[in-house]
């Protein structure tokens, strides 16, 4: 997160700096030797918010937008309001870590359960695209784990197929605790949720909501094959 602010910070710097100039000649050098910076700190800063799930409050993607806007402006205070009131909700928000944060209380067993305490650390510090990716891998590795328990405690031996196939040990589970139903949609939400987290270790763009949604999923998952054990 303070690498977050700390671009935000040289961001407003350089916008402050530059409504500053009222020479042509002054503003035109200003903007020609600061414009690669002002561009590479908006987009590493909007990635970042993006990752955050929280939209970015800078519409001007490089300075001569910025100028745009500026030179409509006649007093420097309204040109610094802009700023402010742009940036210091987000500095406030940001410095106080007052993003929404995961907790998990469910238990399933004491293997999984180490795994599963690894979704909120991961998810509730500070992170990069890499973390979230992580995040769709330790969801899919419970899964894994999950199929594995399945597959030596409680499904029949004669059972043949990969310990770690979440989605065939599972169909097998309903099979053997709830026959004569084919119950498509609980079979569909195995898939599901297995897709999801194979699709959260690969994107290359992950955002929190979809990480989110992608633990949320697995923990509601777990309880579910929970349920249909104690049968």
């Not at 977050?4 to 500053?20: C, E, F, G, H, Q």
């Not at 001007?60 to 420097?76: A, F, I, S, V």
């Not at 053997?176 to 498509?184: L, M």
């Not at 987290?197 to 955002?207: E, F």
Request: hydrophobic content about 35%; proline content about 3%; overall charge neutral.
């Amino acid at each position: 997160m303070d690498n977050l602010l700390n671009d935000i910070k040289v961001l407003k710097s350089i916008m402050m700096t530059a409504y500053r100039k009222t020479l042509n000649h002054e503003k035109s050098r200003f903007i020609r030797e600061n414009a690669d910076k002002y561009k590479e700190n908006y987009l590493k800063i909007d990635n970042e918010l993006k990752i955050l799930g929280i939209k970015n409050p800078n519409p001007y993607m490089n300075l001569d937008m910025w100028e745009g806007c500026w030179r409509e402006k006649e007093t420097y205070e309204e040109r610094k309001h802009i700023v402010i009131s742009m940036y210091d909700e987000l500095i406030t928000r940001l410095s106080n870590n007052n993003i929404e944060k995961v907790e998990i209380e469910y238990k399933f067993n004491k293997d999984i359960d180490s795994e599963i305490q690894k979704l909120p650390e991961l998810f509730n510090t500070d992170f990069s695209t890499g973390d979230l990716n992580r995040i769709g891998l330790t969801c899919r590795g419970i899964l894994e784990k999950v199929s594995m328990y399945l597959v030596e405690n409680i499904l029949d031996t004669s059972y043949s197929q990969s310990p770690k196939d979440i989605k065939s040990s599972f169909e097998k589970l309903i099979s053997e605790k709830i026959p004569g139903k084919t119950n498509e949609e609980l079979r569909k939400y195995a898939k599901g949720t297995n897709d999801l987290a194979n699709a959260l270790t690969h994107k290359t763009t992950p955002d929190k909501l979809t990480t989110k949604i992608c633990i949320n999923a697995t923990i509601c998952l777990l309880k579910v094959i929970e349920e249909i054990i104690n049968i």
